[in-house]
């Protein structure tokens, strides 16, 4: 729903299945973006973790490259020196609490910082699980034999450095879609910014909403459902001048890498549309060529 402009975003209630699965596949084929309500996630453990991700940013820039990753593209620690806005710290796997230990170590975090960042990022991942499978049961897919719990999951701990009136309008983050399957995403309830592309194909601004998380599928989504989900493509705009933090953290897509689309979302009225792919090579392409919202997919 628009309203002046800004977009509304439709909102998920996960404690009131299975009633809203007709609602959350209309969000998840449709604007490919939406609230959920009902996480599970504790505003005490929301607060402290946000807490947390500033004072990681306080390091001494020595100590915040100790976290750089080569597991996987685009992980790691990302500078001010690649993005002019942005710095960010990535944890991989952060469905593995052996990385997630590692990612503390590497930094030295107190041990109340490592109890923390472990706490939440271990309830986000049970947040993005149950979310991934509510999604993929909204559009009819039968998960007696699937589990979204072994795939992969990316957290990035967001800062931007939105500082004098001049920054105002400048773009934080670019137009792009996500690369894996979906999204979660803790926004910063006192600062806005995102913006999501809506169905005229205009960016459109959404407020902050205290107590909601935001999903946004992503490419592996589009293509596991043979074009049934939709990517929703958004961006990060500065609207104060005061720095800004989000969380996310990313269902990437099957353990071995592989993306490709379910045999049941396949027949004679809805033909294969993608070619599988492995998504460490896709997620290069991307930034090789600088398509970075889903412009790669119909290529594939």
């Given at each position: 729903?628009?309203?002046?402009?800004?977009?509304?975003?439709?909102?998920?209630?996960?404690?009131?299945?299975?009633?809203?699965?007709?609602?959350?596949?209309?969000?998840?084929?449709?604007?490919?973006?939406?609230?959920?309500?009902?996480?599970?996630?504790?505003?005490?453990?929301?607060?402290?973790?946000?807490?947390?991700?500033?004072?990681?940013?306080?390091?001494?820039?020595?100590?915040?490259?100790r976290?750089?990753?080569?597991?996987?593209h685009?992980g790691?620690?990302?500078?001010?020196?690649?993005?002019?806005?942005?710095?960010a710290?990535?944890?991989?796997?952060?469905?593995?609490?052996?990385?997630?230990?590692?990612?503390?170590?590497?930094?030295?975090?107190?041990?109340?910082?490592?109890?923390?960042?472990?706490?939440?990022?271990e309830?986000?991942?049970?947040?993005?699980?149950?979310?991934?499978?509510?999604?993929?049961?909204?559009?009819?897919?039968?998960?007696?034999?699937?589990?979204?719990?072994?795939?992969?999951?990316?957290?990035?701990?967001?800062?931007?450095?939105?500082?004098?009136e001049?920054?105002?309008?400048?773009?934080?983050?670019?137009?792009h879609?996500d690369?894996?399957?979906?999204?979660?995403?803790?926004e910063?309830?006192?600062?806005?910014?995102?913006?999501?592309?809506?169905?005229?194909?205009?960016?459109?601004?959404?407020?902050?909403?205290?107590?909601?998380?935001?999903?946004?599928?992503?490419?592996?989504?589009?293509?596991?459902?043979?074009?049934?989900?939709?990517?929703?493509?958004?961006?990060?705009?500065?609207?104060?001048?005061?720095?800004?933090?989000?969380?996310?953290?990313?269902?990437?897509?099957?353990?071995?890498?592989?993306?490709?689309?379910?045999?049941?979302?396949?027949?004679?009225?809805?033909?294969?549309?993608?070619?599988?792919?492995i998504?460490?090579?896709?997620?290069?392409?991307?930034?090789?060529?600088?398509?970075?919202?889903?412009?790669?997919l119909?290529?594939?």
């Amino acid at each position: 729903m628009e309203t002046d402009h800004k977009l509304v975003l439709p909102v998920i209630d996960l404690a009131n299945f299975p009633k809203e699965l007709e609602k959350l596949a209309a969000a998840a084929t449709g604007l490919g973006c939406f609230r959920i309500v009902n996480h599970g996630m504790s505003p005490m453990l929301t607060e402290e973790m946000k807490i947390v991700t500033r004072s990681l940013f306080k390091l001494p820039a020595e100590a915040r490259r100790r976290s750089v990753n080569d597991k996987i593209h685009g992980g790691g620690y990302i500078s001010l020196s690649e993005l002019r806005f942005l710095e960010a710290f990535s944890i991989y796997d952060a469905s593995s609490m052996t990385d997630i230990h590692t990612f503390c170590s590497l930094l030295n975090t107190t041990t109340q910082q490592r109890e923390i960042i472990s706490a939440y990022i271990e309830k986000l991942h049970d947040v993005v699980v149950n979310v991934a499978r509510k999604v993929a049961e909204s559009i009819g897919y039968i998960l007696a034999d699937f589990s979204f719990d072994e795939w992969p999951c990316l957290a990035r701990l967001n800062f931007f450095n939105f500082k004098v009136e001049e920054d105002i309008g400048c773009i934080g983050v670019p137009a792009h879609t996500d690369s894996g399957f979906l999204s979660v995403l803790q926004e910063d309830v006192c600062v806005g910014g995102l913006e999501i592309m809506n169905s005229h194909g205009n960016f459109a601004p959404i407020d902050p909403v205290p107590g909601t998380l935001i999903v946004n599928i992503g490419d592996v989504g589009k293509v596991w459902s043979n074009g049934r989900l939709q990517n929703a493509k958004h961006r990060v705009i500065c609207k104060e001048a005061k720095s800004r933090i989000s969380i996310n953290m990313f269902l990437l897509a099957a353990k071995d890498d592989k993306v490709e689309t379910e045999a049941i979302f396949v027949d004679s009225e809805h033909p294969r549309i993608y070619q599988t792919f492995i998504l460490s090579e896709y997620r290069k392409l991307r930034d090789t060529s600088g398509f970075r919202a889903g412009e790669i997919l119909p290529l594939l």
